[in-house]
């Protein structure tokens, strides 16, 4: 406790703020199948972000939790700076930022493919879903918590969700 006080541990989790209340958790990392990455933003990330581009941000966590079943979610940059945060969690932003670092390197390394979503177990019923996106300000990071790991289908609908957040609704109508 007095550690804590004092800034040399973090604090402890606390329920409801979307964090595991159980010590030594560890988490399973796997990979799903590849889809399609985002290009091209009109978003700046942390401290410049353009209204517009936030309202559709809000309005994306109503999406995620009525179309795909999500308890939660946040999007940061690649350097750990948040645009949007409902889950509350530096040690999940820690973690989706490193899932998403190693997929950057293993695109440089690879064919130049972005890689679809990531996850890892979190608690006994939390996924994170980690989806590494491309913005003309540069990557952005989002992370989601559902109950379970999304399915190649489900997965591709979150990133074409994110798209439309980033390059703002279709010309013309709706997707």
């Given at each position: 406790?007095?550690?804590?006080?004092?800034?040399?541990?973090?604090?402890?989790?606390?329920?409801?703020?979307?964090?595991?209340?159980?010590?030594?958790?560890?988490?399973?990392?796997?990979?799903?199948?590849?889809?399609?990455?985002?290009?091209?933003?009109?978003?700046?990330?942390?401290?410049?972000?353009?209204?517009?581009?936030?309202?559709?941000?809000?309005?994306?966590?109503?999406?995620?939790?009525?179309?795909?079943?999500?308890?939660?979610?946040?999007?940061?940059?690649?350097?750990?700076?948040?645009?949007?945060?409902?889950?509350?969690?530096?040690?999940?932003?820690?973690?989706?930022?490193?899932?998403?670092?190693?997929?950057?390197?293993?695109?440089?390394?690879?064919?130049?493919?972005?890689?679809?979503?990531?996850?890892?177990?979190?608690?006994?019923?939390?996924?994170?879903?980690?989806?590494?996106?491309?913005?003309?300000?540069?990557?952005?990071?989002?992370?989601i918590v559902f109950p379970r790991s999304l399915d190649a289908s489900q997965a591709a609908l979150v990133v074409r969700g994110m798209q439309e957040v980033i390059h703002g609704p279709p010309a013309g109508g709706t997707p």
């Amino acid at each position: 406790d007095l550690a804590q006080r004092g800034g040399m541990l973090e604090p402890k989790p606390q329920p409801g703020r979307g964090e595991s209340m159980e010590p030594g958790l560890s988490a399973e990392l796997t990979q799903v199948s590849p889809v399609e990455a985002a290009v091209a933003s009109s978003a700046t990330p942390s401290k410049c972000v353009k209204a517009p581009f936030m309202t559709r941000l809000e309005a994306f966590g109503s999406w995620l939790r009525n179309t795909v079943g999500a308890r939660c979610f946040f999007v940061i940059d690649r350097a750990g700076g948040v645009l949007i945060d409902e889950v509350r969690s530096q040690k999940l932003h820690r973690m989706a930022l490193t899932l998403a670092q190693a997929s950057y390197s293993a695109v440089r390394e690879s064919s130049g493919e972005m890689p679809g979503n990531l996850h890892a177990k979190i608690g006994p019923d939390s996924v994170l879903e980690v989806v590494p996106v491309l913005s003309s300000s540069g990557p952005l990071i989002l992370g989601i918590v559902f109950p379970r790991s999304l399915d190649a289908s489900q997965a591709a609908l979150v990133v074409r969700g994110m798209q439309e957040v980033i390059h703002g609704p279709p010309a013309g109508g709706t997707p």
